[in-house]
């Protein structure tokens, strides 16, 4: 069976715990309960059971109206006489509310968008003359925090180490680092998603965590520590990249130089086909092939 209970956040709904608990038995609610006082904000987790408390003069008729006040939207409408008598419900809490006898309103199950300001009317309808009693309450819904996972960007070509924390659930959440010893020791404490870590000043006995919280939950990474590149590749690699520059230089001089040759020797081969600004005329003798074969019949006779 599921186990019940009722807390308060605030110290002065306490004293009025006892008499509400004792009026639980027209209801069941399972899970963490909150109560809810007037003229205050209350925090409270994704899923747990919320009780709006208000003071009732007295009588046995009156009607009770449950608001939003922001947006303004009646919830949810009962009449009491001897017995609630549900009015109306708004389509969006049909289910997850409900009024209790006692003088309370239950919201059950709330969620990230449940976190506004609410107020709560009683309206006596005794011949009696009393004043209406309306409250006002404001409340605050979280998503718990997921544990962080680190990400450790590296790659030996520069001087620093960059530490990303991120976090696969939760609202109004803020980051923080922590720089510990072997030991435990906190020896430093920074903000943000990210740590960038300068990896000549980086020793080796220590980790980093990282801290997620909102106001009602935190959760903390498993602890990383970056590896040193060995060697300083790093340095390397800038050595590398310099001693190449001259090699460049040198290929690129030879390129341009073997094109002008080519260039030139080209343009030494090219014929002189102007003299003296004149074309030279060239003749060609052509024979007849049928002539000269009669000729040399008529001398063999």
């Not at 549900?86 to 409900?98: A, F, N």
């Not at 960059?162 to 510990?180: A, H, M, P």
Request: charged share 20%; glycine share 4%.
């Amino acid at each position: 069976m599921a186990k019940c209970s009722v807390r308060s956040r605030h110290s002065a709904a306490m004293v009025k715990i006892t008499s509400f608990v004792s009026a639980f038995h027209l209801f069941t609610v399972c899970g963490a309960v909150t109560l809810a006082t007037p003229n205050t904000t209350t925090q409270v987790t994704v899923g747990e059971q919320v009780l709006f408390l208000v003071n009732i003069q007295g009588g046995d008729s009156y009607d009770v109206r449950f608001h939003s006040k922001t947006p303004p939207t009646i919830i949810a409408v009962w009449t009491i006489n001897n017995t609630v008598h549900p009015k109306s419900t708004h389509p969006l809490y049909e289910g997850r509310v409900q009024w209790n006898e006692s003088g309370s309103v239950v919201l059950y199950n709330v969620q990230v968008n449940d976190s506004r300001k609410y107020k709560l009317e009683i309206n006596h309808q005794s011949t009696e003359l009393k004043n209406d009693d309306e409250e006002s309450f404001e409340l605050l819904v979280f998503e718990p925090v997921s544990q962080p996972a680190v990400k450790i960007i590296d790659d030996c070509t520069t001087p620093n180490i960059t530490l990303s924390c991120s976090i696969f659930k939760g609202t109004n959440v803020t980051f923080q680092w922590r720089k510990e010893s072997l030991s435990g020791a906190i020896d430093g404490a920074f903000n943000g998603t990210q740590l960038v870590i300068d990896r000549d000043n980086e020793e080796e006995q220590h980790v980093y965590r990282c801290i997620a919280e909102n106001p009602v939950s935190n959760a903390k990474s498993d602890p990383v520590r970056p590896k040193p590149c060995h060697g300083n590749n790093y340095v390397l690699f800038w050595i590398i990249l310099l001693g190449l520059i001259p090699v460049l230089v040198w290929v690129c001089r030879s390129i341009i130089s073997t094109k002008a040759g080519r260039a030139t020797q080209e343009h030494s081969e090219q014929p002189d086909a102007w003299s003296n600004g004149l074309i030279e005329p060239t003749y060609t003798t052509l024979l007849n092939p049928r002539r000269t074969s009669e000729k040399r019949a008529s001398k063999v006779l």
